[in-house]
């Protein structure tokens, strides 16, 4: 045993921001943490404990560098003697003074504007309305606002993550939530926020318009590991479930999850899949649990395809009639031809499908071409193929033709079967969970390799869902991609604004004396109207504080009935779990003693 001493101290001049020329004077050893130069710094200048304040360093050139890492001693930092350090206090309106971001009224205004917390907009900086529709979103979940607004992230913040971004997504984050929920700005400009997310996420860098869920499944990791609790994260090697029973299968994949994954996103958000995989050559089954973020569930999708298009009669003195039929989204040509045949009574083999751009043929098309082939915008005549082929076959059509050409001068008619207009029915929610999980079999571009047959097989694949977290975002893959066609579903999907009741998809056991809490109340939606192509974002959001709902579009902000929420332009959704949801007006419920309401924590014991 022996006594340290340290010979040579450290002595720096601390002052504010506010006051540069009034510098104190303080020794610190090099061993003390730049914590213990920021409490003294509060110390000195009488700060009340529940301001917020961050320290800067003054290098030799006059520039500032922030001190992030308040764990970080004052040897590491670098600290020298006689260096100033300046310690600033965050503004009631949640701006620092260092980065006043530029705000949508003006300053006059901001003194006297008092708003409600919360409801604020954000201006849009060209195409991020994505961006702003996926705050919104997450700005009005309770938990995660509160953790933000009560500082508790600047005790968990991890700047040594190689998989974070030291810290600064979430201290960029934290900027815009106190800012939105200061209610001093009517709308605030997230510029700082846009540019360190391109700087951490380089496709988003720029001003092309992005996908909201993107950026929402960037923000959540990103916010992940810059919190994650867990400093160093030791290997962990997956094991298949072996016949082992699940429930001891699932103890184990959450507990192995939470030795490297551990802060307030995986609190709120995570929840737990059972994976089952099945080789169709020897019948090996493969079950694992696999922890998940939100649930992205497709839309029941029709086979069928309604199609316009003129049809040409043989008769020069009829004019084209108009049709609407219906065919195989993934059928031919001659499937089409069938289908006017039994409008008309025209055999299909007699028939020509021509497509008409800029009042001329453009092209002729074979009877095994795919239908995919054939836009909707595209206009398409159809006659016999001496209609079609009689004299020059680009003749000008609205120019509609030369003497002797079988195709009418003026106008068409309005076949019978145009007046049935065939209505997309509703989908429920429940429709497109059940779809989820629902068997498949996977992609030949993505086998599962069979330990047994010692090959990849094109295995059959089902999710069920084992546990839920408290909150549930559900991602409506309204953007369909495949080897044929792009499209966007505009399938109005009908999803309860309370008691969503998810009891009957939860494969979990449970005692029927304590039955876990399943149930869930609506508190946000992400909208997107639009094209593939183009299109725009807004949100609809419930308000912590007074339970009211809120339509935000860019920087405005306006309030919304209930009535008004459900719409085709739904594309992701937050449900928050009704045991957790805090009447308006009250205090925050506490959490739970794992500091957090994670998918298993409700029954399954967990280190």
């Excluded at 190689?162 to 984050?173: C, T």
């Excluded at 599962?448 to 559900?474: G, S």
């Excluded at 004396?513 to 909208?527: E, G, M, R």
Aim: glycine fraction near 6%.
């Amino acid at each position: 045993n022996f006594q340290k001493v340290e010979v040579y101290p450290v002595e720096l001049y601390l002052c504010q921001h506010n006051d540069l020329d009034s510098p104190v004077t303080a020794q610190f050893s090099r061993v003390n943490t730049i914590d213990s130069v920021l409490q003294e710094a509060r110390r000195q200048f009488e700060v009340p404990p529940e301001d917020e304040t961050r320290l800067w360093v003054k290098n030799s050139d006059g520039s500032c560098e922030r001190l992030r890492n308040i764990h970080m001693t004052v040897l590491d930092a670098c600290l020298s003697m006689g260096q100033v350090v300046i310690m600033e206090t965050r503004n009631k309106d949640g701006t620092w003074p260092s980065s006043r971001p530029h705000v949508m009224n003006s300053v006059e205004d901001e003194e006297l504007y008092r708003g409600q917390p919360g409801v604020c907009g954000l201006t849009n900086l060209g195409n991020t309305c994505f961006m702003n529709s996926a705050f919104q979103c997450l700005s009005n979940v309770p938990p995660l606002t509160e953790y933000f607004l009560n500082n508790h992230y600047l005790g968990e913040l991890n700047f040594s993550n190689p998989l974070g971004m030291k810290g600064e997504i979430a201290e960029a984050y934290a900027d815009l939530v106190k800012q939105a929920w200061s209610g001093h700005h009517r709308a605030i400009v997230p510029r700082m926020f846009k540019t360190k997310v391109g700087h951490f996420a380089s496709q988003f860098l720029g001003y092309q318009q992005h996908d909201a869920q993107e950026l929402l499944s960037f923000l959540l990791d990103g916010l992940h590991e810059d919190l994650n609790r867990v400093k160093r994260k030791e290997y962990v090697e997956l094991r298949d479930a072996a016949g082992r029973p699940d429930e001891e299968v699932a103890e184990e994949a959450w507990r192995n999850h939470k030795r490297r994954n551990d802060s307030i996103i995986v609190d709120i958000f995570h929840g737990l899949f059972k994976s089952t995989l099945v080789c169709p050559a020897c019948g090996k089954v493969s079950v694992t649990f696999d922890p998940f973020c939100y649930l992205s569930v497709p839309l029941p999708v029709s086979q069928e395809r309604a199609m316009e298009l003129f049809f040409v009669y043989m008769d020069p003195s009829r004019k084209p009639q108009q049709h609407r039929v219906v065919v195989p989204k993934a059928g031919k040509v001659l499937d089409l031809c069938l289908a006017l045949a039994k409008h008309t009574g025209v055999p299909a083999e007699q028939m020509m499908v021509a497509d008409v751009f800029s009042h001329r043929f453009y092209k002729l098309y074979q009877v095994d071409e795919a239908l995919s082939c054939i836009l909707d915008r595209d206009d398409i005549f159809v006659g016999s193929g001496r209609v079609l082929t009689h004299g020059t076959p680009r003749c000008g059509l609205g120019l509609w033709a030369p003497p002797n050409s079988p195709i009418p001068r003026q106008g068409y008619v309005k076949h019978e079967c145009m007046g049935h207009v065939q209505r997309r029915q509703p989908v429920k929610l429940r429709e497109c969970v059940e779809l989820f999980t629902t068997v498949e079999t996977l992609e030949e571009e993505n086998p599962w390799y069979c330990p047994t047959c010692k090959r990849h097989q094109l295995a059959t694949k089902k999710l069920d869902l084992w546990a839920l977290p408290e909150v549930l975002i559900i991602h409506l893959k309204r953007f369909s991609y495949t080897r044929l066609a792009r499209e966007k579903l505009d399938t109005l999907v009908e999803f309860p604004i309370r008691d969503l009741d998810f009891s009957d998809f939860i494969i979990k056991p449970r005692a029927d004396v304590a039955p876990a809490p399943h149930k869930y109340d609506l508190i946000a939606v992400s909208n997107h109207y639009g094209s593939l192509r183009d299109g725009h974002y807004t949100t609809f959001a419930r308000n912590k504080d007074s339970g009211h709902w809120f339509y935000f579009d860019d920087s405005s902000v306006s309030p919304v009935a209930e009535a008004q929420i459900e719409s085709k332009a739904a594309y992701v959704l937050f449900y928050q779990r009704q045991d957790r949801i805090c009447p308006p007006g009250t205090t925050p419920c506490p959490r739970p003693p794992d500091a957090g309401g994670g998918c298993c924590s409700d029954s399954m014991e967990v280190d």
